[in-house]
């Protein structure tokens, strides 16, 4: 009798990067080898271990480091450049003992960006980080060497938020949705995990090859903590890590021509509410920029809590700036397509450039960035007596405290030592967003299915 061969947990190879960073200084080298605070080591292995660990359903960053406390990455210096020692690496990232190629295509990713952003960004005086203007040409220039921003392509691409934590139905339907986009030329841009970020790729792969579109883009932007946390899904071709969850976000709005949402738990609501803060400023009240929010019938009560929040807290005039359509995929593609194309016009009109949207205002609250602490959390100032978008920046603070606080390392650290975080809010905005958080736990938004969801806040 034939004996299938043994398939071990891990693998120990040496491999080469793929298309990027194949030479680096031996300042660099000793960089990425230092395993101290201050060295990238520790960086580099975290959101390496990420990608390697891809297409395992997990959001917890901390889980994913101890399961595989024995993985090691070195950047060997050769006389051909650089190899990449991998020891004890899943093995999930290889067949026959060899590593999927776009798995190997994205570890290449993480090295090129965590270089990248130490020597240019955070080290140089090239940017001044302290001011808007500075955020935003390092954002543009983070994209740009990741090869990102594409000059010839006529507006296409569509940026899809939505949960890790969502029900089947639900991720058949963005993938449905990503499927109708495919079919109208459009590309897609997600934060690259599971659930709905990586349905609406799927979709449009199969849309794209059936249109036997060349090139088409599955764009990918994440930032060390959520990386760490929900592992990038295969379907991405384009990965790019951002420093923090503001430049993140900031880098979503500026190459982006559209944004449809999909059911998410506070990640979700943190990414609207960034959104709506930045297209309430007065300054880019009449710039064209689709939003949809969209699922399957079954989420109608989700969009109705989410939009009745955002009207309480917001006003009308946030109302005014997202459509929603519920089980309607053929809809929102149609929508978006035409939105798209009022994009088009208007930075025609305006002769700004369709790669990046230099022309939208970003409000300094949306670009500084926000530790949650237990004190930064309780310092939040939750009321109305201050403009929307100021409101929607702070509010957004208090969701992106949660998001740490549920599936970052570092969030979860503080809640295990100081217990959850506290949040101040004046009584009536108080109940509301209580009503919310609560229908995202009664929902099985929080977590992953099947594991059991401890608050790591509560509201005073």
Request: aromatic residues 8%; charged residues 25%.
């Amino acid at each position: 009798m034939t004996r299938t061969p043994t398939v071990p947990d891990t693998i120990s190879t040496t491999i080469s990067p793929e298309g990027s960073l194949e030479v680096l200084s031996q300042h660099e080298v000793n960089r990425l080898r230092d395993t101290s605070a201050s060295g990238l080591h520790d960086l580099l292995r975290r959101c390496s271990l990420a990608v390697l660990n891809c297409g395992n359903p997990t959001d917890d960053s901390r889980k994913v480091m101890e399961t595989h406390r024995d993985f090691d990455i070195e950047v060997l210096q050769q006389d051909r450049g650089i190899r990449l020692k991998l020891s004890n690496a899943p093995a999930e990232a290889f067949v026959d003992g060899k590593m999927i190629r776009g798995i190997r295509e994205l570890l290449s990713a993480v090295l090129r960006d965590v270089v990248y952003v130490y020597n240019e960004i955070q080290t140089q005086q090239r940017f001044d980080l302290s001011t808007g203007e500075g955020t935003t040409n390092a954002i543009f220039h983070i994209l740009r060497k990741a090869g990102a921003l594409k000059p010839s392509r006529d507006p296409s691409m569509v940026v899809c938020w939505g949960g890790h934590s969502i029900s089947r139905e639900e991720y058949e339907y963005t993938k449905d949705v990503g499927y109708h986009l495919g079919l109208r030329d459009m590309d897609i841009c997600t934060g690259c995990g599971p659930g709905a970020m990586k349905g609406p790729m799927k979709g449009a792969n199969v849309a794209h090859a059936k249109q036997r579109r060349n090139l088409s883009r599955y764009l990918g932007i994440s930032e060390p903590g959520i990386i760490a946390a929900e592992s990038p899904n295969p379907i991405v071709n384009e990965l790019v890590i951002m420093p923090d969850i503001e430049k993140r976000l900031e880098a979503f709005v500026r190459v982006s021509h559209g944004i449809v949402v999909f059911p998410g738990g506070v990640g979700t609501a943190e990414e609207i509410l960034y959104l709506l803060g930045i297209l309430l400023h007065p300054s880019n009240q009449d710039m064209p920029f689709p939003v949809i929010f969209t699922g399957p019938a079954d989420s109608a009560d989700y969009f109705k809590r989410i939009d009745e929040f955002l009207t309480y807290t917001l006003g009308d005039a946030a109302r005014s700036r997202y459509r929603i359509l519920i089980d309607d995929p053929v809809g929102v593609a149609r929508s978006m397509r035409a939105g798209i194309n009022e994009v088009t016009d208007f930075r025609r009109a305006h002769q700004d450039a369709f790669y990046y949207n230099w022309r939208l205002n970003v409000d300094r609250d949306f670009q500084a960035p926000f530790t949650p602490t237990h004190e930064a959390m309780a310092g939040l100032a939750l009321h109305r007596d201050q403009p929307v978008h100021e409101l929607a920046a702070n509010l957004r603070r208090a969701f992106s405290g949660i998001v740490a606080g549920n599936v970052k390392e570092s969030g979860i650290r503080a809640i295990e030592a100081n217990g959850p975080f506290r949040l101040h809010a004046e009584s009536t905005l108080m109940a509301q967003l209580d009503e919310l958080l609560s229908s995202f736990v009664a929902q099985g938004r929080m977590k992953l299915p099947g594991s059991t969801y401890v608050p790591c806040y509560t509201l005073q």
